[in-house]
């Protein structure tokens, strides 16, 4: 698959965004906030070891790979972040605490110490609000058509945190819209999968920024998925999830259309339905 680029301000970094899939013209955005990994060239290796980038902390692990392969199965688009989370966390918002962390699971990132208002608008400027700005493009196209529209936020989790053991295989996430999520868990668990509600993290208003921006704000129909990183941190695991979800998102999204009386050819009328 060839990946449309989009680049911040400045044009000498790598590009912010990879934009993968095709629009085959089924109602599915996908986004993924943590696919990447890039660190900018001013900022070195932020003083983090290449073993530690690699790690949970610096990305999602094996969610580039789901995603990309599910964005094939669904001819749907994929818009990704190219840049490690321990740059900027393209899931929270402008000024949140986590957004440009000092220390990340016990790993000290020196880079992102005594940072200038300067420095940390730059980052903004460059990487986190070009990403979602390009979100917004997809969604405001899509939406001008008239065209059914769901938001699905792609991630994964670390098997194991604060020597807790997580027991779930994929976790789904919702906060004041819980509709697609319910009915995704539910098709999930039927296969016989260990599956989350709220879990490993819970999306709120203020610890998510994605979602809540481009799903909530909107009243689109949305998912955030959550995936366990030992499950596809290998190319078999990243096929067989991105086929799982390939088959089961679009009978979620057909058991939406029947139950809240949504036709897939027409946008849902979110007003009064949120929960």
């Not at 970094?13 to 986004?31: I, K, N, R, S």
């Not at 199965?73 to 818009?79: C, G, W």
């Not at 945190?161 to 004041?176: A, D, E, F, S």
Request: hydrophobic share 40%; glycine share 10%.
């Amino acid at each position: 698959m060839t990946g449309e680029v989009v680049t911040g301000t400045n044009a000498k970094e790598p590009p912010c965004v990879a934009v993968y899939g095709t629009d085959g013209g089924g109602p599915f955005v996908l986004v993924s906030d943590h696919a990447g990994r890039a660190v900018p060239s001013y900022l070195g290796d932020l003083g983090v070891s290449a073993e530690d980038r690699a790690r949970h902390i610096g990305w999602d692990i094996g969610i580039d790979g789901v995603g990309r392969a599910l964005a094939q199965k669904l001819q749907a688009v994929l818009i990704e972040q190219v840049y490690s989370r321990l740059v900027i966390d393209c899931n929270r918002a402008p000024g949140h605490p986590t957004s440009i962390v000092k220390i990340s699971d016990g790993t000290p990132v020196p880079a992102n110490h005594a940072l200038t208002a300067e420095q940390i608008a730059y980052r903004e400027d460059t990487i986190l609000h070009p990403y979602h700005a390009r979100i917004t493009q997809e969604l405001d196209a899509r939406l001008k058509a008239g065209r059914p529209t769901v938001v699905v936020a792609l991630h994964s989790f670390t098997p194991e945190m604060g020597g807790l053991k997580r027991p779930w295989q994929v976790g789904l996430l919702h906060n004041h819209d819980k509709r697609l999520a319910v009915l995704l868990m539910e098709l999930l668990r039927k296969e016989g999968l260990s599956v989350g509600d709220n879990e490993p993290y819970a999306l709120t208003d203020t610890s998510d920024y994605t979602v809540p921006t481009h799903g909530e704000k909107r009243q689109l129909p949305h998912v955030e998925i959550e995936i366990r990183q030992d499950l596809i941190d290998h190319p078999a695991g990243q096929e067989e999830w991105a086929a799982r979800l390939a088959r089961l998102l679009p009978q979620a999204w057909a058991l939406f259309c029947q139950t809240y009386g949504v036709t897939p050819g027409a946008q849902a009328d979110a007003e009064g339905a949120m929960a």
